[in-house]
């Protein structure tokens, strides 16, 4: 007979797909499925997408991995995760608004400016622990009071992506902290809505959802929505995180020191920490983990793996994105000295920068189209370096690898060249399903299977493989990373002008 063993589902409503896990309690993954989903570029400064798109493929996603098992299972509940800061408005019939604005529009300059202005510095880093940058919640909020005001009248509630797909499976309005914690709202000190911010920034508290702890059950799964889900209706739903601390728990980055790297459409870098009274820097994020008491500083660059799909679909290749990317293979370091900056949508780290745009610096008619996917591989790589730098400010001992998830985990060109510009090794770990893998988890301790997340990754989570940087190209690496980061800063002024 076979036996039955307790599981969950993980989702995660990622920008360009929807990817959903049912996890046993032993770590083996019984099916999991991937559901792609379209995202609207209004101009070069604005992303939308439809938030009913995000239910939609998250039903067939997971009908499908409901229908593809044959696996004897006693489901215990879903874990959500999802993009942190998209904002998604809700009217008083629970109807969408407008299209979400995602978490790599960079139309709110102004609004950014405000905020820092009329907050100060001081205040938002005792508070929310970040300054104002285009990418957060806040700056959206206020950009919809002064550019769509009938809009913002209808306004009844704010959601974050994955809190709206937990409002359609349970009627319920909640987020959790680590996803709250990347709206310019919360109080990361506190663990709740900031009322200082909130007041400040004329923002009814009302709208906002209510926190509860990652673990634990946020609602059940309704009769409506367990007929579109094609789930038992009274499941649990648990509160889950944001992408990227959900994603750290896949890897068992919930430790200070450890390191994650995730290399997906966007890029970054992050490490726990347990004390927060000197953040200080405002360059890189600080931001709640899902475990409490534990926060994260964290870097990111907004076009990593979208910089090489970029690419891909301006040289027109029929290739496989496998393919595309060892073709690099025989090509030499430094793509015979041709750099690319990737700020295809402007860049957060270090420089907190919209109009910083991407592009290549050495490009002559002795380059191929290889040495043009390599150039763009090491550029995304060189921006990951420069939040690492950035980390090593803090009083932080790292450890001497970094866990690396996301499309990039499955390829050996982007492990060695990462080794190699960061001058750690890159480890891989079992689990590649990054962010739903942690709802999944996450789902399995609120179900009692753990008594923690700590407990969960000793039990769940190993590392499969080390890739070691090179000595040979140490110091070409590190004399390209130097020439690297004094092109932004003679490109800044022209930026700013164009």
Known sequence: MTPIFNATIGIDIGTTSVKSVLLGENGTIFAESEIQIDVNR?????????????????????????????????????????????????DQKNEVIRPAILWNDVRTKSECEFINRNIGLDVLTRTVGNIAIEGFTAPKVLWLRNQEPNNYKKVKKLLLPKDFVRFKMTGEFVTEPSDAA????????????????????????????????????????????SVELGLTPGLPVFGGGGDNPSGAVASGVVSPGLIQVSIGTSGTLLTPIKDITNL????????????????YLMGVILSAGESVRWLKGILNSRNNYEDFVSSVNNVPVGSKDLFFLPYLSGERTPHNDPNARGCFIGLSSQHSSEDLIRAVIEGVCYAIRDSLELVKEHDVVLDDGVRLIGGASKSDIWKKILANILGKSVYSVNFNGGPSIGAAIIGLVGGGVFKSLDEAINHLVTITRETSPEDSNKNDFQERYEKYTRLYPILREWFSSS
Not at 61 to 78: H, P
Not at 193 to 221: A, H, M
Not at 283 to 294: A, E
Request: glycine residues 6%.
């Open 182 to 225: 990347g709206t310019l709202l919360f109080d990361i000190y506190q663990g709740k809505w900031s009322q200082e911010i909130l007041s400040k920034l004329s923002i009814d508290e009302s709208i906002l959802p209510s926190v509860i702890n990652s673990c634990d059950v946020t609602g059940f799964i309704s009769k409506q929505a």
């Open 42 to 90: 209004v101009d070069s400064f604005s992303t939308e997408q439809d938030p009913n798109d995000w239910w939609i493929a998250t039903c067939q996603s997971v009908r499908k991995i409901i229908k593809t098992t044959d696996s004897k299972f006693n489901l215990l509940g879903v874990g959500l995760s999802g993009q942190m800061h998209s904002s998604v408005f809700i």
């Open 280 to 295: 200080g820097d405002s360059k890189l994020h600080h931001f709640s983990h899902v475990n409490d008491n534990l926060w």
